[in-house]
């Protein structure tokens, strides 16, 4: 049995680290499975995996003695082959190549980060991203736009990458009575790229109900841009009650292709997305992309509202079609064979 090393920055709750712990669970009846990231948390306490690897030093961008520690924890282990979930995850996924050329190194992108935040930067990064490129056996990409990034951007080249769309298990749908008023769900972290601070001006002259699930630096701000309407949640470990709600909406500067939307969809939640990253994947007549102004949220959640019931079955049917892991987990475990297996 081969032995898979799943790396990534924080073991607190988001998306990357749902998709990893979810492909710990696919993976841990054909692979021995193991974890590094920084610490005990979410991801962490929620996976049966052989071993772990727990050290804050991943926050450092390039840490000496958190390389030499990877290193030996992937040669006590007898890791084949490590899947890096993160950009620091990425980097020391791809230096320790550089100490064992054997081993084999999938880096995730999920959402290319030094395109979307690399601001002045950006040629900077995107060229330190596509140096790292070369010291990567694969580079699996979770929607077409990252696909299309990572080739016509970072110019990888285009052997390297891998596309297989974000595929989640789907949310539990819980019996419940119908709403007296529309609520509008979103999940996310009250951080500046997320735009929650339209979402909320948005709905001051719509008779809606807007609840948030997520925690951040902006929750005070936000909290008092709010009126009655909006209700604030926090952060919830685990969160499934998506079928409580009517409507999903994630409004945001910068997206891959969005867990937290996979997740309503699965129930049949028609959607409102900022026509970002690869948010365009996930509409196909379920719900609206939006420009992130006022207006057009506003115009979307009237349609949403307008046309429930057509939009509610038309996500679900996307989600089962394209999006549902039961039926295209052999997918993943293919893949980690062939690159294990590769002897180029």
Known sequence: MKNI???????????????????????????????????????????????????????????????ILLSKFIKENKIDLIV????????YARLVKLLNRNIKIIYVSHGWSSIYNGGKL?????????????????????????????????????????????????MLINKRS????????????????????ILIKSIENINVELHIIGDGILKNYLKE????????????????????????????DSEGLPLSALEAMSVGLPLILSNVGGCYELIENNGMLIENNIQDIEKAISYCILNHSEL???????????????????????????????RK
């Open 178 to 197: 119908e709403n007296k008023i529309i609520k509008i769900l979103t999940v996310a972290r009250l951080v500046p790229p997320k735009r929650i601070d």
């Open 84 to 91: 890096a979930s993160s950009a620091n995850a990425g980097i």
């Open 225 to 252: 841009i709010s009126s009655n309407k909006v209700f604030f949640h926090g952060e919830i470990d685990g969160f499934n009650q998506f079928s409580d709600y009517d409507i999903f909406a994630l409004i945001s």
């Open 5 to 67: 090393l799943f790396i990534i920055t924080k073991s607190e709750n988001g998306g990357a680290q749902k998709w990893t712990k979810e492909q710990i669970e696919i993976c841990s009846n054909t692979f021995k499975c193991f974890l590094s990231t920084d610490r005990n948390g979410w991801l962490s306490t929620n996976v049966n995996v052989e071993d772990k690897l727990l050290n804050k030093l991943i926050y450092k961008r390039f840490s000496i003695r958190y390389l």
């Open 122 to 170: 950006k040629f900077l990064y995107t060229f330190i991203e596509k140096q790292l490129s070369k010291l990567s056996d694969s580079i699996l990409c979770i929607s077409n736009k990252d696909y299309n990034n990572a080739k016509d951007i970072l110019t990888i080249n285009e052997n390297k990458l891998k596309l297989i769309p974000n595929k989640i298990y789907p």
């Open 312 to 342: 509610s079955i038309k996500s679900k049917y996307l989600f089962d079609e394209k999006f549902n892991l039961n039926s295209c987990k052999y997918e993943y475990l293919e893949y980690y064979k062939e690159i294990i297996n590769d």
